[in-house]
């Protein structure tokens, strides 16, 4: 009985939903902990591919209870969109709990995200556009919306009344972009959405939380994003607008830190990173192309292709430190299975000095220069692979090195997108 993190270690899309999905499996509760439609896990069973964007990917097991947690903002449209995609494919979504303590993506949102985005120009941040960062920041500036209030038209319009008007000045004279909101309008549209999440939000989600931990249920927190996005921890101001870290998860889903017993640090055998910002390991030209191609990297929410690059244990370092890590695991290790040759950066060089720590200062970063090492690319087949020992000597003496760098063991390995295909350590 246990209560378990799961969080990416890089810059997001490490596969955190297929080793969300294998371990609910022995979950009785997930919950989801921060960010919002902005991230898109994917989940492979058999043929089918189901990419979730806020609900918990512990979803296709009946059994489990899903929450969605006061850390995340929820845009109602999409969540309803997603249950009934997953009803007509047959999961009927009973096992769902939203928190009534978690904050609303409203249209202007979006708007000021994407004005924002354009006005930045060449310093844009290359945001997914939906609205996350302006809802967290409401959140913060204590304007925010949450789910509760939805169920009480009067304060609903109110503090709409209010959001709209600062939005609407923003938008037209800071901003210059052109939309048009209105409140009699937005009120009716949310009301809708309010009628049709009622039965799955709840009052106390942080009680419903204490309740399992109480009972020495199996639990699991589910992050989005990754380390390296992290708004405190991360590459800012390149980053997310929330604490994908292991911290965030004692907010997001209302635990204290004590009741925390493993923290497990999804990483990808490479990196990849989707937006702006810095990326010491990237691979620019063709092989960054193939691997591109081979590893499938393009946004599952946006579709934008993925920038890619070598496994980074400056990084990975960082990750271990900053969330705990108390065990990895390694994805998408078949995708490197045609290499010759792999490149690991073991530390970064800055000012003539090797360095190991991460330097959170961006303008430091860019700076740095990777030191590599060269292995040798196993050549092999792996996507069938079952056993540890199974794999390519020369994959597991890459592994070793990377959990050696990393400073955390590897339990998990995932050679495919499949939901079998993971080897257990
Ligand atoms: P936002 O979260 O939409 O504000 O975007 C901020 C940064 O985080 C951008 O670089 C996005 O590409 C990145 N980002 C947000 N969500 C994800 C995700 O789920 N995977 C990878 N990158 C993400």
């Given at each position: 009985?246990?209560?378990?993190?799961?969080?990416?270690?890089?810059?997001?899309?490490?596969?955190?939903?297929?080793?969300?999905?294998?371990?609910?499996?022995?979950?009785d509760?997930?919950?989801?902990?921060?960010?919002?439609?902005?991230?898109?896990?994917?989940?492979?069973?058999?043929?089918?591919?189901?990419?979730?964007?806020?609900?918990?990917?512990?979803?296709?097991?009946?059994?489990?209870?899903?929450?969605?947690?006061?850390g995340?903002v929820?845009?109602?449209?999409v969540?309803?969109?997603?249950?009934?995609?997953?009803?007509?494919?047959?999961?009927?979504?009973?096992?769902?709990?939203?928190?009534?303590?978690?904050?609303?993506?409203?249209?202007?949102?979006?708007?000021?995200?994407?004005?924002?985005?354009?006005?930045?120009?060449?310093?844009?941040?290359?945001?997914?556009?939906?609205?996350?960062?302006?809802?967290?920041?409401?959140?913060?500036?204590?304007?925010?919306?949450?789910?509760?209030?939805?169920?009480?038209?009067?304060?609903?319009?109110?503090?709409?009344?209010?959001?709209?008007?600062?939005?609407?000045?923003?938008?037209?004279?800071?901003?210059?972009?052109?939309?048009?909101?209105?409140?009699?309008?937005?009120?009716?549209?949310?009301?809708?959405?309010?009628?049709?999440?009622?039965?799955?939000?709840?009052?106390?989600?942080?009680?419903?939380?204490?309740?399992?931990?109480?009972?020495?249920?199996?639990?699991?927190?589910?992050g989005a994003?990754?380390?390296?996005?992290?708004?405190?921890?991360?590459?800012?101001?390149?980053?997310?607008?929330?604490?994908?870290?292991?911290?965030?998860?004692?907010?997001?889903?209302?635990?204290?830190?004590?009741?925390?017993?493993?923290?497990?640090?999804?990483?990808?055998?490479?990196?990849?990173?989707?937006?702006?910002?810095?990326?010491?390991?990237?691979?620019?030209?063709?092989?960054?192309?193939?691997?591109?191609?081979?590893?499938?990297?393009?946004?599952?929410?946006?579709?934008?292709?993925?920038?890619?690059?070598?496994?980074?244990?400056?990084?990975?370092?960082?990750?271990?430190?900053?969330?705990?890590?108390?065990?990895?695991?390694?994805?998408?290790?078949?995708?490197?299975?045609?290499?010759?040759?792999?490149?690991?950066?073991?530390?970064?060089?800055?000012?003539g000095?090797?360095?190991?720590?991460?330097?959170?200062?961006?303008?430091?970063?860019?700076?740095?220069?990777?030191?590599?090492?060269?292995?040798?690319?196993?050549?092999?087949?792996?996507?069938?692979?079952?056993?540890?020992?199974?794999?390519?000597?020369?994959?597991?003496?890459?592994?070793?090195?990377?959990?050696?760098?990393?400073?955390?063991?590897?339990?998990?390995?995932?050679?495919?997108?499949?939901?079998g295909?993971?080897?257990?350590?």
């Open positions: 009985m246990s209560v378990t993190i799961i969080v990416g270690s890089q810059w997001g899309d490490e596969g955190k939903g297929k080793i969300t999905d294998l371990l609910s499996r022995d979950m509760m997930v919950v989801r902990y921060q960010g919002g439609n902005n991230a898109g896990h994917t989940v492979v069973i058999k043929d089918k591919t189901f990419k979730l964007h806020l609900i918990p990917s512990g979803i296709f097991y009946a059994n489990v209870l899903c929450v969605i947690g006061n995340v929820v845009d109602p449209a969540l309803i969109q997603e249950i009934e995609t997953l009803k007509t494919q047959g999961f009927p979504v009973d096992n769902l709990r939203i928190s009534s303590q978690a904050h609303v993506i409203f249209p202007y949102h979006r708007y000021m995200d994407q004005a924002q985005e354009k006005k930045r120009e060449a310093g844009r941040i290359g945001t997914t556009c939906r609205g996350i960062g302006p809802c967290y920041v409401d959140k913060f500036n204590r304007r925010g919306i949450r789910i509760s209030d939805l169920y009480n038209e009067k304060v609903l319009k109110e503090k709409l009344a209010w959001n709209i008007e600062e939005k609407s000045f923003l938008l037209e004279n800071f901003y210059k972009f052109e939309k048009k909101i209105d409140l009699d309008q937005l009120i009716n549209e949310y009301l809708g959405y309010a009628h049709g999440i009622k039965k799955y939000v709840v009052e106390e989600s942080t009680t419903l939380v204490d309740e399992a931990v109480k009972k020495n249920k199996n639990i699991l927190l589910e994003q990754g380390t390296m996005l992290d708004v405190d921890q991360g590459t800012f101001p390149f980053v997310t607008s929330s604490n994908p870290v292991a911290g965030g998860a004692c907010i997001g889903a209302g635990i204290g830190p004590k009741a925390i017993d493993e923290v497990i640090g999804v990483v990808k055998a490479y990196v990849t990173r989707v937006g702006s910002g810095p990326f010491p390991t990237e691979i620019t030209g063709k092989l960054g192309e193939e691997l591109r191609e081979k590893g499938g990297e393009y946004g599952a929410t946006t579709g934008r292709p993925r920038r890619c690059g070598w496994f980074d244990a400056v990084v990975m370092r960082h990750a271990t430190k900053i969330n705990s890590l108390t065990q990895l695991a390694v994805t998408k290790l078949d995708v490197l299975d045609d290499l010759e040759k792999i490149q690991i950066c073991v530390a970064y060089e800055y000012k000095k090797k360095i190991q720590d991460f330097p959170t200062d961006i303008y430091r970063l860019e700076e740095c220069k990777p030191v590599y090492e060269e292995v040798s690319g196993w050549q092999e087949d792996t996507t069938k692979v079952k056993d540890y020992k199974d794999l390519p000597k020369k994959a597991q003496k890459y592994l070793k090195k990377l959990s050696d760098l990393a400073g955390a063991r590897i339990s998990l390995v995932s050679v495919g997108a499949e939901r295909q993971i080897i257990r350590i």
